[in-house]
């Protein structure tokens, strides 16, 4: 009669003797201590910095276009109200309307345009904004280590605006302090993407 097998715990203790298995260890402090420099998350300063310039550049392009709109839609409102204050009556005045609604549409179209342009096709093809060319950062893609596509490009991008617009923004980019071990933010966590040192 064959020997019963011995029972599937003492097997497991059997081979850890031998040293067959490798004991559990804890996650080292730093797990990127191997990692070449491109694949370890970037520096909180130089995001900052990349951060800044993005930002001026986009406002800079986003205002060069809202400003004669925005002009437009203003004084567009002001004939309406001064009209009604001519007729020494008190009526209502609608400063929304197809005019300046039109023209604040405008401005919406162009900060899309400008975000895509200037945030989005470049972190797809190339993984970087201008801002993050300039102090040595890229977005990867956490599984592939590759520039993200145009889909989780955008998806970041989405997210950080719409956190901003909702007034949450500072702490969804905040929250990359304190996230262990990629240092992501809200929008890279949405689209699967790191900041890395180029």
């Known amino acids: 009669m064959p020997a019963q097998p011995a029972p599937w715990a003492e097997q497991v203790h059997e081979l850890a003797r031998e040293g067959a298995v490798t004991p559990w260890r804890p996650v080292a402090d730093d797990p990127f201590g191997s990692a070449r420099a491109q694949e370890r998350p970037g520096g909180l300063t130089r995001r900052f910095a990349a951060r800044v310039v993005d930002t001026v550049l986009f406002a800079a392009v986003t205002g060069a276009a809202a400003l004669p709109l925005g002009s437009a839609a203003y004084h567009h409102a002001k004939d309406k109200v001064d009209a009604a204050k001519l007729t020494g009556e008190t009526v209502k005045v609608w400063l929304l309307d197809a005019t300046t609604g039109a023209e604040l549409a405008a401005v919406a179209v162009v900060a899309v345009l400008a975000g895509v ?65 990629w240092r992501q933010g809200w929008h890279d966590k949405a689209s699967r993407t790191f900041v890395a040192s180029a």
């Open 117 to 181: 342009l200037l945030e989005v096709l470049p972190t797809a093809r190339w993984g970087r904004t201008l801002g993050k060319k300039l102090v040595g950062l890229q977005v990867l893609d956490i599984e592939a280590q590759q520039p993200p596509g145009f889909g989780a490009s955008l998806r970041r991008w989405l997210t950080r605006s719409v956190l901003n617009l909702l007034v949450v923004g500072v702490l969804g980019v905040a929250w990359c302090i304190f996230d262990r071990p």
